[in-house]
Nanobody, 123 residues
Framework: VQLQASGGGLVQAGDSLRLSCTASRRTITNNALGWFRQAPGKEREFVASISWRGGGTVYADPVKGRFTISRDYAGNTVYLQMNSLKPEDTAVYYC?????????????????WGQGTLVTVSS
């Protein structure tokens, strides 16, 4: 499975961005999906996850109330709507496919990864 992420860019604090990630095959429809991010000099961290049916979501505390994860069941795409962006949100954002159908923040559960898209938030 190949994942293609897009939608990153340079924005100002308070702006919004919508990231998209499309998988090369529809076989991910039974898998949970997630977004992670990695800031310069830091480890990759969990951002959000959505279950294979979309009824369950979980967010990291720093993004709760600002970010929304969703998925397109007609195909194989996951989205991350990011509002009220802050400079500390600056990072490369990665989409990933979990080996499980349920939501998880655990990085080791994710078996396929996209190439990442850079989000830069200026103050």
């Amino acid at each position: 499975v190949q994942l293609q992420a897009s939608g990153g860019g340079l924005v100002q604090a308070g702006d919004s961005l919508r990231l998209s990630c499309t998988a090369s095959r529809r076989t991910i429809t039974n898998n949970a999906l997630g977004w992670f991010r990695q800031a310069p000099g830091k480890e990759r961290e969990f951002v959000a996850s959505i279950s294979w049916r979309g009824g369950g979501t979980v967010y990291a505390d720093p993004v709760k109330g600002r970010f929304t994860i969703s998925r397109d069941y007609a195909g194989n795409t996951v989205y991350l709507q990011m509002n009220s962006l802050k400079p500390e949100d600056t990072a490369v954002y990665y989409c990933a496919v979990s080996r499980s159908s349920t939501i998880t923040s655990r990085l080791e559960y994710y078996i396929y990864w996209g190439q990442g898209t850079l989000v830069t938030v200026s103050s």
